[in-house]
C-alpha cells in the first residue's frame, strides 16, 4: 500500500498528472543479465512453449510479463480472455489454448484504492478467491504450471519482527488482516500452497522505470502528505524477467518477491527528487492521523528475501534498486515538472 493523502483525502489515484510513458530498455542491471543469461540457457534447444497470461490484456503486471514471453526465444505469449471466475471459460480457453504455463496477474485491488474492497466484500471475494483458487484448481487438473502474482501485505511489523529487524518469512504466518483486500489475499495463498503446480509470488509496493498509475512513485509523488516508513518494494525491471525463469525452472510454492532489505517513502520521494523531479515536495504525518483518514489499515512490513536470492543471488538491494529505476526514468522522461497536488 502507497500511505498517502491529498489534501487530507486518502487517495491511491489511477489517474494522474502525469500520462505514462511506455519503458524502453536501457542497460541492465546485475539481475537483468543474469536472469536473461539463465533464462535464454532454458529456452535454447527447447520446444516452443505458450504461456496463458490472465490480466496480459489490460493488467499493468500481466501486460508486462506478456512483453517478456514474446522477447524470449521460441516462447508465445498469449492474452487470456476468460474471467478467472468462471470455470467453464476458464477450461474451456484451457483446452483450446492448451499452453505449457500459465500466469495469473489478475484481482481485484480496488479503484481508486483498496477502501474500495471494504464496500464491495462479494466482489473482491469472487475474484481474489473464488477466481484465483478457480483458475489453480483448473491448471492443476491438466498438470499446468502456474505463475500467481500475489501480495506481500499480508504482514505487519510486531514485536518479533520490528522495523530494522528481521524480516517476515515465507513461513511466518499473516498477521494482517486489516484491510478486506489482504483478508481476501491471505485466504487465497493459504488455499493455493495445497497445489503442487504453483508458483506464489508476493510483490509489495511496485516500482516501474515510468510514471505509470500504479508505480508507487507515481502515486506518492501526487499526494500532499504521506507517511514514511521503511518498507519491502519491488522494482520490476528487476523482479519480473525472474518470475520468467523461475517458472521455467518449474520452482513451486510461496516466495517473498521483493528486492533485498527495506526503503523509506522519504527515501523514495528523495531519490525521485534527485534524478527526475527537483521541485517535488511532500509533507509528512503518522500511521495514527493516516488511519483516521482510510477505511482500511495499510500493511507496513520488511519481507526475508533470503529464499529467493538462493536462487538469484544477484538481486539489487532496494536502495540500489530504485536509484538504477529513477536514472532509467530520467533517461526516458529527462526532468519533470512536479505533479499537482489537489
Known sequence: MDHGSKSG???EAQTQPHAPVPERAHAHSHAQTQVQEQAEGFA???APTTWLVYGGT????????????RARPQCRAVCASARIECREQVEAELDRIKPDYVINAAGLTGRPNV???????EDTILVNVVGTINLLDACYRRDIHVTNFATGCIYNYDEKHPIGGKGFTEEDVPNFQASFYSYTKVIAEKLAKEYSNVLTLRLRMP???D???????TKISSYKRIVNVPNSMTVLTDLLPIALAMALKNLCGVYNFTNPGAI?????????????CPEVTWENFDMASHDLVVKAKRSNNTLCVEKLLAHF????????????????????????APPEKS
Not at 510514471?211 to 512513485?217: A, I
Not at 543471488?313 to 519533470?336: F, K, N, S, W, Y
Open 207 to 209: 516500482i516501474s522505470d
Open 44 to 46: 535454447s534447444g527447447a
Open 58 to 69: 489490460s493488467g499493468w503486471i500481466g501486460q508486462k510479463m506478456v512483453q517478456l514471453v
Open 9 to 11: 483525502t486518502p487517495c
Open 313 to 336: 543471488p544477484d538481486i539489487p538491494d532496494i536502495h540500489t534498486a530504485v536509484e538504477e529505476a529513477m536514472q532509467r526514468m530520467h533517461a526516458e522522461l529527462g526532468t519533470i
Open 264 to 276: 523509506s517513502h522519504n527515501e523514495v520521494m528523495e531519490l525521485f527528487k534527485k534524478h527526475v
Open 115 to 121: 477502501d474500495w474492497c471494504e464496500d464491495h466484500k
Open 211 to 217: 510514471l505509470h498509475p500504479r508505480n508507487f512513485v
